[in-house]
């Protein structure tokens, strides 16, 4: 099992910045791929953005392009998730996840075999 407690979330105007941290525990963080996904209310969960096991591919939804940086710190068993220049719709539950197998596609849901539990951003006009 891995176990994943994001943080950092909370209320910041438009245009402001956060930086989103998710904590790993109980397996060994470096194997996983990382993702983080986000989720409006009466929204489908969406891709947001994904990093390889080794750091050395990333991938992001093209709204977040520009914007929005992930990285991950292995001896610290984090992944973080820089925002920038935030919108009024970038306001959701932003959720981490592990995949196990690198090879699967880091953008769908399907891929991830752990979830936390979500923080929430706001961001307000």
């Known amino acids: 099992q891995l176990h994943l407690v994001e943080s950092g979330g909370g209320l910041v105007q438009v245009g402001g910045s956060l930086r989103l941290s998710c904590a790993a525990s109980?397996?060994?963080?470096?194997?996983?791929?990382m993702g983080w996904f986000r989720q409006a209310p009466g929204k489908e969960r969406e891709f947001v953005a994904a990093?390889?096991?080794?750091?050395?591919?990333?991938a992001y939804a093209d709204s977040e392009k520009g914007r929005f940086t992930i990285f991950r710190d292995n001896a610290k068993n984090t992944v973080y998730l820089q925002m920038n220049r935030l919108k009024p719709e970038d306001t959701a539950v932003y959720y981490c996840?592990?995949?196990?197998?690198?090879?699967?596609?880091?953008?769908?849901?399907?891929?991830?075999?752990?979830w936390g539990q979500g923080t929430q951003v706001t961001v307000s006009s």
């Open positions: 990093m390889s096991a080794s750091g050395g591919h990333t």
């Open positions: 109980g397996r060994t963080f470096s194997s996983f791929g």
């Open positions: 996840a592990a995949r196990v197998d690198n090879t699967r596609e880091p953008s769908w849901r399907g891929s991830y075999d752990y």
